[in-house]
C-alpha cells in the first residue's frame, strides 16, 4: 500500500454513493442495490489489507459489489429450482399455474363481452381505444397516428370508455336477470 494505510470510514464515506449509483443499473433495483452495497462494504473491510493503493477504492468497491450483485442474481434464478427439488424430494406435487376451467370460461366470456363492446365503439373512437387501451401506445403517439389533437383524442378516448363501460354494466345485467 502507499503510504499509510487508509481510513475504511472515511473512504467508504467518500465512495459510497457513487458505488450505490451504480449498483442500481447493475442490479436493477435500489432494494438489492442497497443490500449488496452493504455486502461489499462488509467484504472490503474484512480485506482491507490487500488494497494497494486508497486511490483505487472506489473501483475496488465497485468490483466487489458488482460480484455480490450476480451472486446474489445467481442465487434469485436458481432459487425456483431448488424449491422444486425440494418438493420432488418431498414427494409432493406441483401446484398448476394454470387457472380451472370455470376461470378460463369467465375470461373468455369477459373478454367476448368486451370484444362486443369495443366493435360496437363508433369507428373514430374505436380506434382512439385501440390504440390508447388495448394496444398501450402514448398519447401523443395516438393523437399523431389518427392526426388529431391531443384534446380530441382525450374527449374520444373518454367518450369510448363510457360506450364500453356502459355496454359491459348492460350486458354483465342482463347475465345477472338470467
Known amino acids: 500500500?502507499?503510504?499509510?494505510?487508509?481510513n475504511f470510514e472515511s473512504l467508504t464515506r467518500q465512495h459510497k454513493d457513487s458505488v450505490y449509483r451504480q449498483m442500481i443499473r447493475v442490479c436493477g433495483n435500489r432494494e438489492d442495490a442497497e443490500d449488496v452495497l452493504i455486502e461489499a462494504?462488509?467484504?472490503a473491510y474484512r480485506h482491507l489489507d490487500?488494497?494497494?493503493d486508497s486511490l483505487a477504492f472506489r473501483a475496488w468497491l465497485g468490483q466487489?459489489?458488482?460480484?455480490v450483485c450476480w451472486q446474489l442474481k445467481e442465487r434469485e434464478t436458481?432459487?425456483?429450482?431448488l424449491q422444486l427439488s425440494s418438493l420432488e424430494d418431498e414427494g409432493l406435487e406441483i401446484?398448476?399455474?394454470?387457472?380451472?376451467?370455470?376461470t378460463q370460461f369467465a375470461r373468455r366470456q369477459m373478454k367476448?363481452?368486451?370484444d362486443d363492446a369495443i366493435a360496437s365503439l363508433p369507428v373514430s373512437y374505436r380506434s382512439v381505444y385501440q390504440l390508447r387501451d388495448i394496444e398501450s401506445r402514448p398519447g401523443d403517439e395516438v393523437a399523431s397516428t389518427l392526426k388529431i389533437s391531443r384534446a380530441a383524442m382525450k374527449s374520444r378516448l373518454h367518450r369510448a370508455r363510457e360506450v364500453v363501460r356502459a355496454h359491459l354494466d348492460a350486458a354483465l345485467a342482463?347475465?345477472?336477470s338470467h
Open 78 to 81: 436458481l432459487l425456483p429450482l
Open 174 to 176: 342482463g347475465e345477472a
Open 64 to 67: 466487489i459489489a458488482k460480484r
Open 95 to 102: 401446484p398448476s399455474s394454470e387457472p380451472g376451467p370455470e
Open 50 to 52: 490487500q488494497l494497494r
Open 1 to 6: 500500500m502507499h503510504g499509510k494505510p487508509p
Open 112 to 114: 367476448k363481452l368486451l
Open 41 to 43: 462494504q462488509m467484504k
